[in-house]
């Protein structure tokens, strides 16, 4: 739809394995977080952001066993301002950092218990420090969305000016909204040539909006995390960004679809996260159908009630019996177990059909249908010279 207003190519940075483990309650191991790398690495994830140094030896000694990987993306590992934090990071053996720092009032003077110009030396100092140790600097601003627009633009030509690739817009406290996110990256492309990263939060369900909007509005990098894992309501969905992009501004990232709901169940697993079966792009029932006006529609002709092909994601459309069936899918079950029903028949089992979803709150099995033809027909007889599959599963091939 507005695909001409987007970049040709938009770089994924996902953080899972550093935001993402900030999960209240979330604490990946070695072998998870190693899977996990793999993982986001083959589904062509260009850089992956995987620890905070300054945490300890552990966690070093683990960003090293990420790195040893020899894996396509580029490792990025998250600093304060700090020189603590720097030291930390050449233990690591990866050569991008990002380096954060408050860049709001309120964080400035209610955390930092500092002043903006106490914030400008630092970046300037620090991101001078951190090229003279080689490493290549990302500037984090925290809290960008509460900051004042014009100090934010300050900040950036202090980066810029110091040596800094890439300045991260963070919605910290995830208070965006779309028209406004696009209005400031808007602005912000127009004063700077660094790299313009969007980190959204999820506070108010609009992470992968605002992460939209801030690539349309000039933003080169979006940070994400498989499942929108993340502080509080988590971040902007790996999954969901990729997909958007592509669908709906046909803009690629090189991260390979049907490699998204692997790695979203490798996540689920480790973080002790289920994910809702109805949750976009990766959950369970996302192309399982009942409704009877969607089932006669898909066996028409699957472009009336599929806009995201299942193929694209490795997967495929499943049509189950219930409460909202209709005669069309009744039909079809059946047909499925070698059986041909007519009108009066086919009304009948409908209504077992439906009772039985109300009652039990679940879909009938195969098993289930041949005992309502049997309950309502007398047809023992029939059944028996039928070789019905009772693994039998309503599915679309």
Same mark, same amino acid.
């Given at each position: ?13 996902? @953080?899972?394995?550093? +935001? ?5 309650? !979330? ?5 998870? &977080?190693?899977? $996990?790398? &793999? ?14 140094? !300054? ?9 090293? %066993? ?63 420090? %951190? ?7 990302? $500037? ?5 969305? &509460?900051? +004042? ?74 940070? @994400? ?25 046909? @803009?690629?990232?090189? !991260? ?17 996260? *289920?994910?809702? !079966? ?22 028409? +002709? ?12 490795? &997967? ?25 029903? +007519? ?32 309950? @309502? ?17 309503? *599915?679309?091939?």
């Amino acid at each position: 739809m507005y695909a001409s207003q987007f970049p040709a190519g938009t770089i994924i940075h996902d @953080t899972t394995l550093r +935001d993402g483990e900030q999960t209240a309650g !979330v604490a990946f191991t070695l072998d998870e &977080r190693l899977a $996990i790398a &793999r993982s986001l690495d083959a589904a062509g994830v260009p850089e992956l952001e995987i620890g905070i140094p !300054v945490m300890g030896a552990q966690e070093q000694e683990e960003i090293r %066993a990420i790195a040893r990987l020899g894996l396509a993306a580029r490792l990025v590992v998250w600093c304060r301002m700090h020189e603590a934090d720097l030291k930390a990071a050449q233990q690591c053996a990866v050569s991008t950092i990002n380096l954060s720092i408050s860049v709001s009032d309120q964080q400035i003077s209610g955390k930092l218990c500092r002043d903006r110009k106490w914030v400008l030396s630092r970046i300037s100092s620090l991101t001078a420090t %951190a090229l003279d140790m080689g490493f290549e600097v990302c $500037i984090g601003g925290e809290d960008s969305s &509460r900051a +004042d627009l014009d100090f934010l633009l300050r900040v950036i030509e202090t980066a810029e000016r110091a040596g800094a690739k890439r300045f991260r817009f963070a919605d910290t406290m995830g208070q965006l909204e779309p028209f406004a996110t696009c209005n400031i990256f808007q602005k912000l492309r127009s004063s700077t040539s660094l790299e313009l990263e969007i980190h959204a939060h999820n506070d108010l369900g609009l992470a992968t909006a605002n992460t939209l909007a801030a690539i349309r509005g000039g933003a080169t990098h979006a940070n @994400t995390t498989v499942n929108g894992l993340g502080e509080r309501a988590g971040n902007a969905p790996l999954e969901e960004v990729v997909m958007a992009l592509q669908h709906l501004h046909d @803009t690629r990232t090189g !991260v390979a679809p049907h490699h998204l709901f692997q790695v979203a169940h490798l996540v689920a697993i480790a973080s002790g996260r *289920t994910i809702p !079966v109805n949750k976009s792009i990766v959950g369970e029932a996302i192309f399982t159908h009942e409704s009877g006006i969607h089932v006669s529609g898909l066996l028409r +002709d699957r472009s009336n009630y599929q806009n995201i092909d299942p193929k694209e994601l490795g &997967r495929c459309h499943q049509l189950v019996l219930g409460k909202h069936s209709g005669t069309t899918a009744i039909r079809w079950a059946y047909q499925k177990l070698g059986v041909t029903l +007519d009108k009066r028949q086919v009304e009948c089992i409908l209504d077992k059909v439906r009772r039985h979803a109300a009652r039990t709150k679940r879909h009938p099995t195969a098993d289930d249908l041949v005992r309502f033809l049997e309950e @309502t027909f007398n047809l023992e007889t029939q059944m028996a010279c039928l070789l019905v599959d009772t693994s039998y599963e309503l *599915t679309e091939q």
